[in-house]
């Protein structure tokens, strides 16, 4: 049969795949690829995490069915992070539930709390799962903008204003992918005052709390006063603790909504496997001092990233959290989109990026560089771009130092 099933037809085709499918096969060509496509992380998980779960794995009794809102002693383990991070009283027998990675929490919520016809505040630019995760349950999404300034709570008043139904939700991303913008206490306290005023959901979206550049952590929207009355936090161990393929993440935050949650999962899944969840809480509860690790290496990379992009002519903005920049696309080339140009790269500069038209039609005129290439790799990426833009008769854009002192 030809049919054509429903919620599979509100799914445009994956950005992603279309450049993946380029990369695949230079790779079976045998060529060498610089990967900066996805959010990956390179770095081996910490070795007291490993250690544990090795450990937990030896006991027979850990291999039986979990627990889907997670086990007791990783929602502890939860609370306590909240407490020593944000001073955010967590109960977590209530407000906590454990996820496999913030995607699966953030695709379950959206079927939970969503009825076919709701209307969903999602950015634009955003995270592929912050809208679909909405479009897949039936609701119709609304963009909103993604800078959290003044324009972005006209943007919201908007949003309100000339949506019918009244939107049900507001999905928030900061520090933001793939954007890399960060946000203040004083932000959320509007949009917390908005919401409650009109009676919309808060899910936020925290996942690279821990990941920041400027001695300024990011906040949780969860520090508002009564924030807790309509918002629901998500966070996740890949990035803080080198854990991305371990599937592991947590929600936080408005009792109701974790309920909500938890009653989803425990029909579709047991939990994570138990001694991935004891590990966690070792991550949690254990030395921190692998997390600064983390930083200084992104922090490294970054530096290289945006000194040699600069030098080869392409002028990149320097993030402060995150483990991406946002590149804007040269202007020379901006005729061929970010998919367009993407492509052009993967096949001149053997640079693969993510194209900013996968986050949104407002990404069109950026890529995405992850930071989980060495920096030797990153100073090669480098000199082939700067090839690249040579061979193509473009101009090379002098570093700002280099102007001023002309």
């Given at each position: 049969m030809d049919q054509e099933f429903h919620r599979i037809k509100r799914l445009p085709p994956y950005v992603f795949a279309e450049v993946n499918e380029l990369k695949a096969r230079a790779r079976t060509n045998g060529e060498?690829?610089?990967?900066?496509?996805?959010?990956?992380?390179?770095?081996?998980?910490?070795?007291?995490?490993?250690?544990?779960?090795?450990?937990?794995?030896?006991?027979?009794?850990?291999?039986?069915?979990?627990?889907?809102?997670?086990?007791?002693?990783?929602?502890?383990?939860?609370?306590?992070?909240?407490?020593?991070?944000?001073?955010?009283?967590?109960?977590?027998?209530?407000?906590?539930?454990?996820?496999?990675?913030?995607?699966?929490?953030?695709?379950?919520?959206?079927?939970?709390?969503?009825?076919?016809?709701?209307?969903?505040?999602?950015?634009?630019?955003?995270?592929?799962?912050?809208?679909?995760?909405?479009?897949?349950?039936?609701?119709?999404?609304?963009?909103?903008?993604?800078?959290?300034?003044?324009?972005y709570m006209l943007g919201l008043q908007r949003a309100v204003i000339h949506s019918i139904p009244k939107p049900t939700a507001l999905v928030l991303n900061y520090p933001n992918n793939p954007t890399t913008l960060t946000t203040t206490l004083d932000f959320y306290n509007q949009v917390v005052d908005f919401c409650r005023y009109h009676e919309i959901y808060i899910l936020s979206d925290l996942a690279y709390a821990e990941l920041y550049f400027d001695n300024r952590p990011p906040p949780s929207i969860l520090e508002v006063p009564g924030a807790k009355d309509i918002a629901v936090e998500f966070t996740s161990m890949s990035k803080t603790y080198s854990m991305p393929g371990w599937r592991i993440g947590f929600a936080a935050g408005n009792p109701r909504l974790i309920e909500s949650l938890a009653r989803i999962k425990s029909y579709l899944d047991y939990g994570a496997f138990t001694p991935i969840q004891v590990a966690s809480t070792t991550a949690l509860n254990g030395p921190q001092e692998c997390v600064e690790e983390m930083r200084k290496l992104y922090r490294e990379r970054r530096d290289v990233l945006i000194n040699s992009m600069s030098i080869a002519g392409w002028q990149i903005p320097s993030p402060t959290s995150t483990m991406f920049a946002w590149a804007p696309v040269p202007p020379d080339f901006l005729n061929l989109g970010s998919v367009g140009f993407s492509k052009l790269l993967l096949k001149e500069a053997k640079v693969a990026v993510a194209p900013g038209l996968a986050f949104g039609e407002h990404g069109d005129g950026h890529v995405r560089i992850s930071l989980v290439e060495n920096q030797q790799r990153i100073r090669q990426a480098a000199r082939n771009v700067k090839a690249m833009f040579l061979h193509s008769g473009v101009e090379v854009e002098k570093p700002p130092s280099q102007k001023a002192s002309q």
């Open positions: 060498d690829i610089i990967d900066f496509g996805m959010g990956n992380p390179d770095s081996p998980t910490p070795s007291h995490i490993v250690n544990k779960l090795v450990e937990t794995i030896g006991d027979a009794k850990t291999h039986r069915y979990s627990a889907s809102r997670g086990i007791p002693g990783l929602r502890r383990a939860i609370s306590a992070y909240y407490a020593r991070r944000f001073r955010v009283e967590i109960d977590p027998d209530k407000e906590a539930i454990v996820t496999l990675g913030s995607k699966e929490g953030l695709a379950n919520l959206a079927s939970a709390i969503t009825s076919p016809g709701d209307v969903i505040l999602v950015p634009n630019p955003s995270y592929p799962i912050h809208q679909f995760g909405f479009v897949i349950a039936g609701a119709s999404v609304r963009n909103v903008p993604v800078e959290p300034d003044e324009n």
